[in-house]
């Protein structure tokens, strides 16, 4: 089995897709969990809806750095109070994004320490978006690092070998999505075989960053098949064992939600 741990169900909705196929369709291809995230609060009954309506699907609470000067400012207590909330096993996305700088970069930083806070005092792991702000990313997640531990996940890794290192030293996973496959991505490919692998997590990151053979369409979580078999090559192990390692690994990060089949 494998996961997709980094998923908007609620973007293929509002494509019109049937979420009862997009699902069904991912189990077929033998991904039986999926993670759909939130990035914007106002949006969040959606979000919880929508994994309220199918056992594989779990999500997320939180507000993504290019929304962070339009939403309401979120403070710790109320993502807390959010992710009381069974189906909710994660904090953010949040993070910060300089390369678009859809929101000012200090209103992202405020944002993504009331995440942080959330995400220490839940347990629930923190999914980081960053983009062009590698320093202030680490410098921010170190600095409250130091206050007390939390678990985290750099999503859809496209960073600098750096980064990854200094958050596998947190603890933290880090999640690859398809630009893994994309031709381009040989620097990528080189940060993450460094990786451990007891720390790798694969997503889709759906609708967007369709793999290869897939460019060009619609990404969805099925096609997280795609990006595992690149990962798995690049890794130097089989499908299997890297689908059972990093459904391991998911399972021990996102400790609240429990294997298909398992009881409540």
Known sequence: MLVDSHCHLDYLQRDGRDLNEVVAAAQRAGV???????????????????????????CTVGIHPHEAEKEPEVTTEQLVDFAQHPKVVGIGETGLDYFYEHSPRDIQ???????????????????????????????????????????????????????????????????????????????????VAAVPLENLLVETDSPYLAPVPKRGKQNEPAYVVHTAEKLADLMGVTGEELATRTTDNFFRYFSKTRRPGATA
């Open 32 to 58: 039986g969990t999926l993670v759909t995230i939130c990035t914007k609060v106002r949006e969040f009954n959606v979000i919880r809806g929508i994994a309220d309506a199918h056992d594989e699907v779990w």
């Open 109 to 191: 930083k405020r944002s993504f320490r009331a995440h942080i806070a959330a995400s220490r005092e839940t347990g629930l792991p923190l999914i980081v978006h960053t983009r062009d702000a590698d320093e202030d990313t680490i410098e921010i997640l170190e600095d409250e690092m130091a206050k007390g531990a939390f678990p985290g996940v750099i999503h859809c890794f496209s960073s600098s070998k750096w980064l990854a290192e200094r958050s596998v030293a947190m603890g933290f996973a880090i999640s690859i999505s398809g630009i893994l496959t994309f031709k381009s991505a040989e620097d990528i490919r080189n940060s």
